[in-house]
């Protein structure tokens, strides 16, 4: 019985790491969030400009989120808490996304 707390023990740890982590990466992509929604309402000119010099980056950057985000939501034990913050994550991801296009569609519409 003694060699089955150990293992107990870090599945509880790894649990609650996780469950850390996707507070943290739903915390990161509504702050992210914020950044990019101040993106949308600048001038026409000031929001070509940023897209052109950091629209790469960002898709970059956001593809990289989702995969370190899928990578943590794999290693999750379902239970009621962490349903919950695996759908404020997914939320945060969508609206990102959202926003994100919508961002990204300026450089295509300048290139296209």
């Known amino acids: ?3 089955d707390q150990p293992i107990h023990f870090l599945s509880k740890s790894r649990t609650k790491s996780a469950k850390f982590n996707l507070f943290l990466k739903a915390r990161e992509m509504r702050q992210v969030e914020k950044v ?3 993106i ?16 790469e980056m960002m898709s970059a950057a ?3 989120f989702i995969e370190d985000s899928n990578q ?6 379902l239970d009621l808490e962490s349903l919950e913050l695996s759908k404020e994550l997914v939320t945060a991801l969508r609206d990102t996304t959202n926003i994100v296009q919508g961002i990204l569609s300026e450089k295509q519409k300048l290139t296209g």
């Open 1 to 3: 019985m003694d060699e």
């Open 36 to 38: 990019l929604e101040q």
């Open 40 to 55: 949308l309402i600048l001038p026409e000119q000031s929001r070509r400009r940023w897209v052109e010099e950091n629209g």
């Open 62 to 64: 956001f593809e990289s």
């Open 72 to 77: 943590t939501l794999e290693e999750m034990n």
